[in-house]
Nanobody
Framework: VQLQASGGGLVQAGGSLRLSCASS????????IGWFRQAPGQEREFVAA????????YYADSVKGRFTISRDNAKNTVYLQMNSLKPEETALYYC??????????????????WGQGTQVTVSS
C-alpha cells in the first residue's frame, strides 16, 4: 500500500493543523494506520494510531486530549487533527500502515509501509 502524508505547515504555538494520510490502494481499509514524528537528531516516536475499522484509537501520553486520529475508509484517508500545538512538536510527521492487527501499535518496527512525511513547524 502506498501512503502520502500532507497538511503540514508553519503554525504558531497554540494553533492547529490537520494532517491527512491518503492512499490509492484498494486494500487501505484493511490496514491499521499510525502517525509518527521525528525531529532532527531524535528517534522516530509514536504519536497516534487507529485500527482498520476506526473502532479503537491509541495516543502517546504527550498528545492525549489535544490530538485526534480518525479515518474515512470510503476516501482511503486517515486524519490527524492537532490542536494546542507546542514548539517542541516541530518535526517531520509520517503516516504508516502495519500489516497485522495483533502487533504493537506503538513501535515503528511493526509498520511496513511508510509515507514520505510532512513537515510541521510550530513557532513560539
Amino acid at each position: 500500500v502506498q501512503l502520502q502524508a500532507s497538511g503540514g505547515g508553519l503554525v504558531q504555538a497554540g494553533g492547529s493543523l490537520r494532517l491527512s494520510c491518503a492512499s490509492s490502494g484498494r486494500s487501505f481499509s484493511n490496514y491499521p494506520i499510525g502517525w509518527f514524528r521525528q525531529a532532527p537528531g531524535q528517534e522516530r516516536e509514536f504519536v497516534a494510531a487507529i485500527t482498520w475499522s476506526g473502532g479503537s484509537t491509541y495516543y502517546a501520553d504527550s498528545v492525549k486530549g489535544r490530538f485526534t486520529i480518525s479515518r474515512d475508509n470510503a476516501k482511503n484517508t486517515v486524519y490527524l487533527q492537532m490542536n494546542s500545538l507546542k514548539p517542541e512538536e516541530t518535526a517531520l510527521y509520517y503516516c504508516a500502515a502495519k500489516p497485522h492487527s495483533y502487533t504493537t501499535y506503538f513501535r515503528p518496527e511493526a509498520y511496513d509501509f511508510w509515507g514520505q512525511g510532512t513537515q510541521v513547524t510550530v513557532s513560539s
